[in-house]
């Protein structure tokens, strides 16, 4: 199967002429700046801001939402770590409530029942690059007054009812980490519609300065989170072509749904015409009480990429020791999370990562035969 990243001469090109413009940082450079107008453009988004990475990309949207210490941050337990710590990094309290077992993405329902008078924000995850439902949150947001951060970590290109994720909510967050369909290795971004949330994530990314102020004019406290302007020169030809790997990626997902669907043993997503482009960074499957056996013999014939994915964070002991160490330095209780259906879902579903599906419509057939045979009769 296809090698990820995927690269030519041109990002050799864009990096040598950061390398001999002598302009190495964005202090100094113009790519980042570039790079962030065209990603903002690419999403339909109002403002961007690179930064040295998604996990840090989650925590500064929060800290730039006015979400602090003490306060609730509800997330699903079906994700990366990096959706709750960064709660955990601002001294928030990351509160799971549970997925929908069909999609695996956080429920409205559940999360609406998470609720106290502590919380602040939702953390929507856009797992696999599938978008969650952006109706029943934002409107959630608006009625309880909450913040609404989108992570879409793995949701580049992917869209909801025609628009882009990243701003539908008030805040949105991507990662170009190495196995990320848009990568430069390391690095991330905020985007937002709001000219004052963008104001906040730019001082927090570059030491408290504001746009256009004086080198040692710090307005506020911030980190030092500069993305380099050879991340900048990779992400900007790795934008180009993303199109081209996207319709790739897709023709291979529809083709292995098409051919998996039907299969007794395998549990696919349902469709959903809200979702007018899948980001496509992971295909994933429920095998019902054989995931590990189907995996195993994936294993063997070769599919050694295949994963059983994420253990749920509900029951991350190192997560749940510093949320508890917050709630009892302030003496208030922690939400004891119950999420059966991450529990559920955490024990039957394989991964297959996105190089899986930049093969050759043969390959793709291969790979669908292989799943088909593995699972037990």
């Not at 990002?11 to 065209?38: C, I, M, P, Q, Y």
């Not at 709750?84 to 069909?102: C, Q, Y």
């Amino acid at each position: 199967m296809p090698e990820w990243p995927q690269y030519d001469d041109e990002e050799a090109k864009a990096l040598l002429e950061v390398l001999n413009s002598g302009k190495w940082g964005s202090t100094s450079g113009d790519t980042v700046a570039t790079f962030e107008r065209e990603f903002a453009a690419y999403q339909q988004a109002g403002h961007a801001v690179c930064l040295a990475n998604g996990t840090l990309a989650i925590a500064v949207a929060l800290r730039a939402a006015g979400v602090g210490i003490g306060d609730e941050v509800i997330v699903p337990p079906y994700t990366f770590i990096a959706t709750a710590s960064a709660a955990l990094f601002v001294g928030a309290v990351p509160v799971f409530a549970d997925v929908d077992p069909d999609t695996h993405l956080l429920d409205p329902a559940a999360a609406e029942a998470a609720i106290t008078e502590r919380t602040k924000a939702i953390v929507v995850v856009h797992l696999a690059g599938r978008p969650a439902d952006l109706d029943a949150f934002t409107a959630l947001g608006e009625r309880r007054g909450l913040t609404i951060v989108e992570d879409a970590a793995q949701a580049h290109g992917a869209a909801y009812k025609g628009r882009p994720v990243g701003a539908i909510g008030d805040l949105g967050t991507f990662s170009f980490q190495s196995s990320k369909n848009i990568t430069a290795g390391e690095g991330g971004v905020v985007l937002t519609e709001s000219a004052e949330l963008a104001g906040a994530v730019y001082s927090l990314v570059n030491v408290g300065r504001v746009p256009g102020g004086g080198w040692y004019q710090h307005e506020t406290v911030g980190y030092n989170l500069r993305l380099t302007e050879f991340q900048a020169a990779i992400l900007r030809v790795q934008l180009r072509r993303h199109p081209e790997l996207q319709a790739l990626r897709e023709r291979n997902a529809r083709l292995l749904t098409d051919l998996l669907a039907p299969v007794e043993g395998i549990r696919l997503a349902p469709e959903d015409p809200a979702i007018t482009a899948h980001g496509r960074h992971l295909f994933m499957l429920r095998v019902p009480g054989h995931r590990d056996a189907v995996l195993k013999s994936l294993t063997a014939a070769g599919i050694d990429k295949a994963s059983p994915g994420y253990v749920p964070l509900h029951r991350n002991t190192a997560v749940l020791r510093e949320a508890t160490t917050i709630t009892t330095r302030l003496n208030q209780p922690y939400p004891q999370p119950t999420c059966p259906n991450a529990d559920k879902v955490s024990q039957d579903t394989i991964w297959l990562p996105q190089p899986y599906l930049l093969g050759t419509e043969d390959q793709t057939q291969t790979l669908a035969t292989t799943i088909t045979n593995a699972i037990p009769r």
